[in-house]
């Protein structure tokens, strides 16, 4: 008996080692390809994040009725004012991750579990995109009764929606639209 839980303890060590190994292959591949694609990258500041995305965010408000101040705050909280390898090598700005129905490339991250899978898109825009498409999910309907300058009201759904584990994630969205007077974009 101890043989057998031996020998089951050391399978599941090599899976998860095979695994892990090709979940590394995978980010090299991406980080190369965007590193290729994008030679002379360097971060941004909190300020210049908004200058960058202040119209794409508009743009996708207009058309998804989500408050622009709401997706830029939200941009600037997932990926650290496009600072983190997920905004840098995934283009994804919003720390939304792969499900079943996601047919584009991946990225493999530690977050709630180890290596979680994050979606890759071409460009900042098209994450934009996808951000808003994410939220017109049945489970944030009940945001879109709400006021696009209602801010305050769309941050606390957010949470109650199950967007962010963080029970402090409507006061740090809100901190961030206010900091940066985030609202004048709605």
């Not at 057998?4 to 998860?16: D, E, K, P, S, V």
């Not at 591949?29 to 200058?51: C, G, L, R, W």
Request: hydrophobic content about 30%; aromatic content about 14%.
């Amino acid at each position: 008996m101890k043989n057998i839980t031996l020998l089951a303890a050391i399978a599941i060590l090599f899976f998860c080692s095979c695994k892990s190994r090709q979940y590394s292959r995978n980010n090299k591949q991406i980080e190369k390809a965007a590193n290729k694609q994008n030679p002379n990258y360097t971060s941004y500041t909190t300020v210049s994040y908004i200058d960058a995305f202040k119209t794409v965010a508009i743009e996708e408000m207009n058309a998804y009725g989500i408050p622009a101040s709401i997706t830029l705050a939200q941009g600037i909280i997932e990926s650290g004012s496009g600072s983190s390898s997920l905004a840098k090598y995934a283009n994804n700005h919003f720390g939304i991750k792969c499900t079943s129905d996601w047919k584009g490339k991946a990225y493999y991250k530690d977050d709630d579990k180890s290596n979680d899978c994050f979606r890759v898109y071409k460009d900042a825009r098209e994450s934009y995109k996808d951000h808003s498409e994410f939220l017109k999910r049945k489970r944030y309907s009940f945001l879109f009764e709400l006021d696009k300058n209602d801010y305050k009201n769309w941050a606390i759904g957010l949470k109650t929606a199950g967007y962010a584990t963080n029970p402090k994630y409507p006061d740090l969205l809100i901190g961030v639209i206010e900091k940066y007077k985030l609202y004048q974009y709605d």
